[in-house]
Structure formats: structure tokens, C-alpha cells
């Protein structure tokens, strides 16, 4: 059995991946989220009610785990640093981590270019999360989803360097990927992937 941190657990990514794994495996959840009242929860879950950008909040949160995901939006290059921190303090080193495809400019034009960080900005504090992921000792996996759809798991995997393989990628092809990775150390590891719709 393993013990699994999701940080944003209440969020539309978050929630998926939380139902994959309460549904194909036995392991334990901590549901840690800023509003922890919405969910409700299963004899396998624990509730943490908490701020990411708190340390003391994190480490309540990181004790015994064996492995963390993160699917959060906002400022995640600060994001990341905490939780990267609260991970070494706290001797977790499995790192799932939800950013975006663009971040490596690895769009093709016949995908839609215009998504890369070169012309979107926005994109900034997500490569910037990555690179302090990549920076880091832990033994992580940077995820980089096309945009997110409804439908069957049916995806494929583009590593970092490759060109990003499509526009988006169904929500349950990314909890999918996610239940894997958790399953298996080595799964991805030291690595920063794209998934898309095949």
C-alpha cells in the first residue's frame, strides 16, 4: 500500500487522479486542498486543510508519505519551491507534477506554435516550476498535458526534446498516467513528458 499526497485535490485534475487511484489501487490518500470541507471522503483518505505556500501547513501534510501530486494553478514556480522544500525536510522523494505543454517551446506549428512559451508568456511560472523540479534531488516527473477534454484514456507520451505530439489530451488519459507513475518509481523518472490525445 502506498501513500499518496494530492495537492489540489478539490480541482478538476486533482479530483480525477484522486478517483483513479481510490478505484485501481489500495492506496491511502491525504486530500491536502485550501477549501477541505468539500470533500467528502473514504476510509482510505485523510483531510488536510492547508495553504501551499505555509510551510508548517506542508509538512503536516508530507508526514509518511511515499509519494506526492501536485496539480495547482497559480504562481507555480513559488508553488514549487515550498513544496520542493517540504519534500527534503520531510524525506519524500517521489514528485508528480502537473504544469503545461509549450514550456519547452516543443509545440510544432502543425499543432499550434502559438501555444509555446516564445509567444505566451503566460507560460512563465510554469516553466519556471519545472526547472526548479528538474533543479531538485527528488526523484520527480513533470507532466506537461495538452489541453484537457472529456473521454476514454487513449494518449501518448512525448518526452522532453521531442516534439509535443498533439492539441490536447482527455482527463482520465492523465490520471491514467499518473496511477502508473505512482505504481512504479522508475516510471518516467528524472523526466518531464507530454501527453496527448493519439
Given at each position: 500500500?502506498?501513500?499518496?499526497?494530492i495537492?489540489g485535490a478539490t480541482?478538476t485534475i486533482?479530483?480525477?487522479v484522486?478517483?483513479?487511484?481510490l478505484?485501481?489501487?489500495d492506496?491511502?490518500l491525504?486530500?491536502?486542498a485550501?477549501?477541505?470541507?468539500?470533500?467528502?471522503v473514504?476510509?482510505r483518505e485523510?483531510?488536510?486543510?492547508g495553504?501551499?505556500?505555509?510551510?508548517?501547513?506542508l509538512d503536516?501534510a508530507m508526514?509518511?508519505q511515499?509519494?506526492v501530486f501536485?496539480?495547482?494553478?497559480?504562481?507555480?514556480?513559488?508553488?514549487a519551491?515550498r513544496?520542493?522544500a517540504?519534500m527534503d525536510?520531510?524525506?519524500?522523494?517521489?514528485?508528480l507534477?502537473?504544469?503545461?505543454m509549450g514550456i519547452?517551446?516543443?509545440?510544432?506549428?502543425s499543432?499550434?506554435?502559438n501555444?509555446n512559451?516564445s509567444?505566451?508568456g503566460?507560460?512563465r511560472?510554469?516553466?519556471?516550476?519545472?526547472?526548479?523540479?528538474?533543479?531538485?534531488?527528488?526523484n520527480?516527473?513533470?507532466?506537461r498535458?495538452g489541453?484537457?477534454?472529456n473521454g476514454?484514456?487513449n494518449?501518448?507520451?512525448t518526452r522532453?526534446?521531442?516534439?509535443?505530439g498533439g492539441h490536447d489530451?482527455s482527463i482520465?488519459?492523465?490520471a491514467?498516467?499518473?496511477e502508473?507513475a505512482?505504481?512504479?518509481?522508475?516510471?518516467?523518472?528524472h523526466d518531464?513528458?507530454?501527453?496527448?490525445?493519439?
Amino acid at each position: 500500500m502506498t501513500n499518496v499526497l494530492i495537492i489540489g485535490a478539490t480541482g478538476t485534475i486533482g479530483g480525477a487522479v484522486r478517483q483513479t487511484l481510490l478505484k485501481e489501487t489500495d492506496n491511502r490518500l491525504t486530500l491536502f486542498a485550501r477549501s477541505a470541507s468539500r470533500l467528502n471522503v473514504s476510509d482510505r483518505e485523510t483531510v488536510v486543510a492547508g495553504d501551499v505556500t505555509k510551510d508548517s501547513d506542508l509538512d503536516k501534510a508530507m508526514k509518511g508519505q511515499d509519494a506526492v501530486f501536485v496539480a495547482l494553478s497559480g504562481p507555480l514556480d513559488q508553488f514549487a519551491k515550498r513544496i520542493v522544500a517540504a519534500m527534503d525536510r520531510n524525506n519524500v522523494s517521489r514528485l508528480l507534477f502537473i504544469t503545461s505543454m509549450g514550456i519547452y517551446n516543443e509545440i510544432p506549428a502543425s499543432v499550434g506554435s502559438n501555444g509555446n512559451l516564445s509567444s505566451n508568456g503566460v507560460l512563465r511560472p510554469y516553466r519556471e516550476a519545472a526547472d526548479v523540479i528538474e533543479a531538485s534531488d527528488l526523484n520527480y516527473t513533470v507532466i506537461r498535458p495538452g489541453w484537457f477534454t472529456n473521454g476514454p484514456v487513449n494518449y501518448e507520451i512525448t518526452r522532453k526534446g521531442e516534439p509535443f505530439g498533439g492539441h490536447d489530451v482527455s482527463i482520465s488519459s492523465i490520471a491514467d498516467f499518473v496511477e502508473k507513475a505512482i505504481a512504479d518509481d522508475t516510471y518516467y523518472s528524472h523526466d518531464s513528458v507530454g501527453l496527448n490525445a493519439k
